[in-house]
């Protein structure tokens, strides 16, 4: 996967550089917030995670070859949540969720005022989600910490659209249907009393494979 995200990115800059009529859209939006949930590959275990209310900055590319092929490029950098409960706490556990996306496809709308590209996409999704708590007695004081790692790969496909209002002056709305190939969770706990460590857990658990829609609007500029 690596190998075929390099590759991508490289094309991009080879057509960048070299086309004659390459048109370039770049900017920054808002990931309009999403959720998804993953569900446990072990019928025997119910553990299934919702990672809700993902939403944050997205950096944003795409250009078009007079031809009609066009690259695209997404870097998402979010907020994240789950509905998953540690013990008998309530506390939801929160975190931060990245997607790296490149891909290449058809531009079939491409003029000075309006472009539509259709794309597919390559590339990875990550959310890291962790709790921390301290609680106190009259003779002790526990500390327990509670990560989870969620790393999947991903294959997808992207509309977007961009209307330039201004000779470089854009807005744009662009939506991801995302599919996250099956991938394991690495949860990791630890427990300490008074300062000493009493129970310390690392363990990895297999997940299906999950569908993300993901939607964003922003700004960018045409040059």
């Known amino acids: 996967m690596k ?25 920054f939006g808002w990931r309009i917030p999403t959720s998804t949930t993953v569900k446990s590959d072990d019928s025997s275990m119910d553990f299934d995670i919702k990672f ?15 031809s009609g092929f066009s690259m695209r490029a997404i870097l998402d950098i979010n907020y994240s949540n789950s509905n998953l409960k540690v013990g008998d706490d ?19 709308i491409c003029t000075d005022k309006m472009f539509l590209g259709v794309y597919g996409v390559i590339g990875a999704d990550v959310t890291v989600l962790y709790r921390d708590k ?55 706990m630890t427990l300490k009393e008074n300062g000493t460590k009493i129970f310390d857990s690392d363990e990895k658990y297999d997940y299906k494979g999950a569908f993300k829609f993901v939607p964003t609007v922003g700004i960018c500029w045409k040059f």
């Open 3 to 27: 190998k075929i995200t390099t590759l991508f990115a490289a094309l991009a800059l080879c057509f960048s550089v070299s086309a004659k009529t390459w048109t370039n859209y770049a900017g």
């Open 52 to 66: 809700k209310n993902q939403t944050g900055l997205s950096l944003d590319y795409a250009g078009t070859h007079e």
């Open 90 to 108: 309530d506390d939801e556990l929160k975190g931060l969720n990245g997607l790296f996306l490149v891909g290449a496809g058809y531009a079939p």
């Open 134 to 188: 301290t609680s106190y007695s009259s003779y002790s004081k526990t500390e327990s910490e509670y990560s989870l790692t969620h790393t999947a790969s991903v294959l997808g496909a992207n509309a977007t659209f961009v209307y330039t209002p201004a000779k470089h002056f854009s807005l744009f709305a662009s939506v991801c249907a995302n599919y996250m190939i099956p991938a394991k969770i690495q949860a990791e």
